[in-house]
């Protein structure tokens, strides 16, 4: 089994987040705070957002739905763009899903956001595209791909909208959007092979 660039990022993104969550100061560097990008240029704030989380639940949620699917999307791509495009497929996930946000927020001194969860999505709907009718657990209970991915694109719109939580679903469903269009810009056969998946169901 050769070296994995999934499990690489998981562990740098544990590693710096375990790193801010005992340093307040590294924390606030590397959030994404829309006047410092304005003001300062600190570009780099639309990245590194992405390698810390608001605490250890918010960390073992998306490390564990990046590590059972990136893996799979690793080695779709790997072939097409090598190990450095994956990288970069990731990385640039980060930032365009959460570019709306910051143009939305640009001129917010108050507004903070941070998590991998926009690159995260890009590689889930890369992954449900390819397996439409892969079985996802959600909450243990398991759910065919492409019924998840409705639910979630419909919850993440109603939430963006209205919702109170402190979820960034915005960077959802633009990191989704993103991993989708990415996908299908690399192997545009990856459109009527969804299609043909779709018609016919497979569970296994």
């Known amino acids: 089994m050769g070296f994995s660039l999934t499990i690489a990022i998981v562990a740098v993104t544990v590693l710096v987040s375990w790193m801010a969550f005992n340093n307040p100061r590294l924390l606030d560097r590397l959030i994404l705070w829309p006047p410092a990008i304005a ?3 600190q570009y780099d704030r639309l990245v590194t957002h992405g390698f810390i989380h608001a605490d250890f639940q918010h960390l073992l ?3 564990i739905t990046l590590y059972f699917f990136g893996g799979a999307v690793e080695r779709w791509f790997v072939p097409y763009i090598g190990q450095v495009g994956f990288v970069l497929f990731y990385l640039s ?3 365009v899903a959460i570019l709306p946000t910051y143009l ?5 001194g108050r507004y903070r956001s941070l998590g991998a969860s926009g690159a995260v999505s890009a590689v889930l709907f890369t992954f449900i595209l390819v397996q439409p009718w ?3 657990l959600v909450f243990f209970i398991p ?3 492409i019924v998840y991915a409705v639910l979630y694109v419909g919850y ?3 939430m963006d909208r209205h919702g109170q939580d402190n979820i960034n679903h915005s960077a959802h469903l633009w990191g989704a959007g993103y991993g989708v269009l990415f996908a299908l810009m690399m192997e545009p056969r990856l459109g009527p092979a969804f299609l043909s998946r779709l018609l016919n169901p ?3």
């Open 202 to 204: 497979d569970f296994f």
């Open 134 to 136: 892969s079985l996802i």
């Open 93 to 95: 996930a980060l930032v």
């Open 61 to 63: 949620f998306n490390m």
């Open 143 to 145: 759910v065919p791909a």
């Open 104 to 108: 939305k927020h640009r001129k917010d």
């Open 156 to 158: 993440s719109i109603w």
């Open 39 to 41: 003001r300062n240029h």
